[in-house]
């Protein structure tokens, strides 16, 4: 596909439980970024990658989230002993370039909706 | 810290001009203004993006005063389909710092009404 793409659209799991998200980035992206929105809020920033690099993760809340990108394409968002309070909506967006001044579009995915009982 | 600030929510007609406007009295010297927006479902969608001045696509205009502390998106002639929230986007951080980051606000819901 040409856009964004991400997996499971939906993940209903038990507090404590360990969860893997996926991204799938727009062919050619080298830019990744992971948010997290919650019901009536605006997307959160969490980790941005550059390459294969975590070149920015000061928005992962907690040492329960981490995220890779093993070869500079696909990205998996994993969390820990989720709790509760994980319930949200966890987007993806890629770009081509990231640079401060540069003309630079995101192109987001349809989120995975992570629901933690 | 680069903050936005936009009404929280707007009604309007169909077939009526909607205007929104952001405020970003902190926005560095090479920061880009961006809009996106987001149907329910579904993650944002890019708009349209500009430093100065006016620009125009096919969808929307985009106005930025000379001292860029704000910026109004214009969509001409809304229909019910364009309901959405909208949210103003602006760089967050040192400029080519690894740390820079797009800072979303709480964005602004517009609703169309028949």
């Known amino acids: 596909g040409a856009g964004v793409s991400q997996t499971p659209s939906n993940k209903v799991t038990e507090k404590g439980k360990y969860v893997e998200l996926r991204c799938d980035p727009i062919?050619?992206?080298?830019?990744l970024y992971w948010y997290r929105q919650s019901l009536g809020q605006g997307p959160e920033f969490l980790i941005y990658f550059q390459g294969t690099g975590a070149a920015d993760d000061s928005g992962l809340p907690n040492d329960r989230f981490f995220a890779v990108r093993p070869e500079g394409s696909v990205s998996t968002l994993k969390i820990q002993r989720t709790e509760r309070g994980d319930s949200a909506v966890y987007l993806c967006?890629?770009?081509?370039?990231?640079?401060?001044?540069?003309?630079?579009?995101?192109?987001f995915g349809p989120g995975t909706r992570l629901t933690v009982l | 810290l680069a903050k936005t600030t936009q009404p929280i929510s707007m009604d309007s007609y169909e077939g009526q001009e909607v205007n929104i406007t952001c405020s970003h009295n902190?926005?560095?010297?090479?920061?880009?203004i961006t809009w996106y927006q987001q149907f329910p479902s579904q993650g944002p969608r890019f708009i349209i993006q500009g430093y100065k001045t006016k620009v125009t696509n096919e969808v929307a205009s985009l106005f930025i005063p000379a001292d860029r502390k704000s910026s109004t998106l214009s969509l001409p002639r809304v229909s019910l389909s364009d309901t959405a929230v909208y949210y103003c986007l602006v760089g967050d951080g040192p400029q080519l710092s690894p740390t820079y980051k797009y800072i979303f606000g709480t964005g602004t819901r517009l609703k169309v009404l028949a």
């Open positions: 062919s050619g992206h080298t830019a």
């Open positions: 902190n926005i560095a010297t090479n920061d880009y």
């Open positions: 967006a890629s770009s081509l370039i990231h640079k401060g001044t540069s003309y630079n579009e995101q192109f």
